[in-house]
């Protein structure tokens, strides 16, 4: 199955950005409608953060007709991925774009919180940073509001900046009656039946009354009770 996926990608070179959407590790990525992409005021900024940035962007909006050689080939191809996850970015946070990643949500296309209590809550990718080459990507539960790593490396090396800070949070305000309950169930931590809790408490009850009279000790040991 997986030599069968990577074997096709001939199939789709013709266009860039389905051939992109088809490549394994990529899943978590939604197609940037094209109009957004020609709509340069949506790139504003982009082309001093993108090395080769109009061949990159030629190639993600398959007119690209320069030739180039293998190498200049390689480096326009990686240029091209980075545009398309900074465009990603910015995207997925207009109108259309969280209509998008919705639906890929409500497909649990980003997985599902790994936390027994949150009964398979369906994650969002987030990111820790708007700056790429900063933090990888990670999956946001809106559950119990916690993050986790991706469980494939394939998905755990992307770049958060391709995702952004603001998404998930955005999502919610957006469409608010899809947050779910608030997970207010909590493990307990039992040993032979009994609280962990109430153990540990305790115990620092018991330090506490040593240390006290410890203190107590020293004192009078060196005579300076009124001091
Ligand atoms: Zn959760």
Known sequence: MDDLTSGSDS???????????????????CEVDEEYILDRFNLTGLNSEVQHYVQALDLITDSLEEELDDE????????ARHLYGLIH???IITS???AKMLEKYKKADFGRCPRVLCHNQPLLPVGLSDQPYTKSVKLYCPRCEDIYNPKSTRHASIDG???GSTFP????????????????????????GFKIHDIA????????QREEQQRRIT?????NVNS
Do not use: C
Not at 201 to 208: A, L, P, V
């Open 96 to 98: 259309r774009g969280l």
């Open 72 to 79: 200049m080939r390689e480096a326009v191809e990686k240029s």
């Open 219 to 223: 004192v009078v040991g060196e005579g």
């Open 11 to 29: 199939d789709y070179a013709k266009y860039w950005i389905d051939w992109f959407l088809t490549t394994k590790g990529n899943e978590y990525f």
């Open 161 to 163: 900046a391709y995702y």
């Open 169 to 192: 949070h955005m999502l919610f305000q957006v469409y608010p009656h899809l947050l779910p309950p608030k997970s207010n169930e909590r493990y307990i931590p039992r040993i032979f």
């Open 89 to 91: 970015a910015r995207f």
């Open 201 to 208: 408490k305790q115990h620092r009850w018991q330090d506490q």
